[in-house]
DNA sequence: GTAATTTCTTGATTTTTATCAAGTGCTCTA
DNA sequence: TAGAGCACTTGATAAAAATCAAGAAATTAC
């Protein structure tokens, strides 16, 4: 009961992206992820290492970001409903950039690269699926670059509020400022004016 | 013999990051893709559009742009060798957001949503090859964000002069501006600063 | 429950970048 | 070849954002 329940969301997310996949579909995808967990604090991936699977995050938060020399810069924050890979590792089995870390306790549902590799032989429609969510990866970052060129710290601060609000006392204010791509310091004077 | 040293571009472009393509494959893919010529100034998309095809730069140049109440943006602009198009239009066709427009007479290789649709069928190894494909754009942009949460805008500067030499030359330098996320004034200070 | 640590805020200041306003030079065209 | 439009530069100024330095507040650890 409780194992059905907690599948849900992943099959609730593919069901409601991708009406293309039949009920069997679903199924043989969705038992190819497997439940674990992260105690807060650990690490999923690290700068370096090979990434080897993909995760979908049932319930907490992850954060995938990169140490260079001076700072640390947070690139995005996973939270329930979202995946969590190097991508670009994941595919290429290159050397991974980011680092993945738990914010706090977090239940995933992962798939290693080997039981990825099946998905094309097991779901007919897997290509198309996947072709599709590649797709709308792609339309969002483009619409984050486009964030980046055409608004102000404060106009992204007001975007990001109105559609991840959950998120603003949940994770240390600081990752979402450098997501953002602004100082903490500008963060905490945006918000003051923004709670007034 | 000019039609054949035309189509390599494409080739080319295809076989040199997907060694998974035999030449037969290459030569399915290739020959669904037809060259078309736009003039200086014409229009390849237009916003609201459903954006029908997806264009291969042989030779020329292609700008994608937003046009906001105040401003323009420019996203992106296509030089040989690179795509253009709407991907979230074309593949969920829906209506486009961009403006792509020829800077300078542009020779493209292009196929339309009708054929595109035929490749996964004519092509075996397809699904691959445009999996790999968008994971690679996936990738750039990626690398895109990540330079606006991180560089300043000289730096911005500096890293896409070395990687683009020639546009710097051969597009107004506005554009680039834009693109990069700076005004025209600030473009203009760095680049001076650069030349001494 | 208290100390230690981390996170967040605030103020003062500097740096970066945008804006505004001219002016120069280039290109295209008639 | 004159002149109309662009594209680019430059300077002065304003605005936005970063940096530096304390402190306050919250969280964690003991």
């Given at each position: 009961?409780?194992r059905n329940q907690n599948i849900t969301e992943l099959e609730l997310y593919i069901k409601s992206y ?179």
């Amino acid at each position: 009961m409780q194992r059905n329940q907690n599948i849900t969301e992943l099959e609730l997310y593919i069901k409601s992206y991708f009406e293309i996949a039949s009920s069997k579909d679903l199924h043989s995808i969705t038992s190819l992820f497997k439940l674990a967990t992260i105690k807060k604090g650990e690490f999923l991936l690290k700068p370096g290492k090979h990434c080897q699977s993909l995760s979908f995050v049932q319930s907490g938060l992850l954060r995938m970001f990169v140490t260079t020399n001076d700072k640390e810069v947070t690139q995005w924050i996973s939270k329930q409903g979202y995946f969590a890979t190097d991508l670009s590792s994941f595919i290429f089995e290159t050397p991974s950039r980011w680092t993945i870390q738990a914010l706090v306790d977090t239940e995933v549902y992962t798939i290693t690269k080997n039981d990825y590799k099946k998905l094309g032989d097991i779901v007919p429609k897997w290509a198309e699926i996947e072709k599709l969510f590649l797709v709308r990866c792609f339309t969002l970052l483009e619409d984050r670059i486009f964030s980046h060129l055409s608004m102000t710290a404060e106009e992204r601060y007001n975007f990001f509020f109105e559609n991840h609000k959950e998120l603003f006392n949940q994770v240390p204010l600081q990752y979402i400022a450098s997501m953002l791509g602004m100082t903490a310091e500008t963060f905490s004077r945006i918000r003051k004016k923004q709670l007034m």
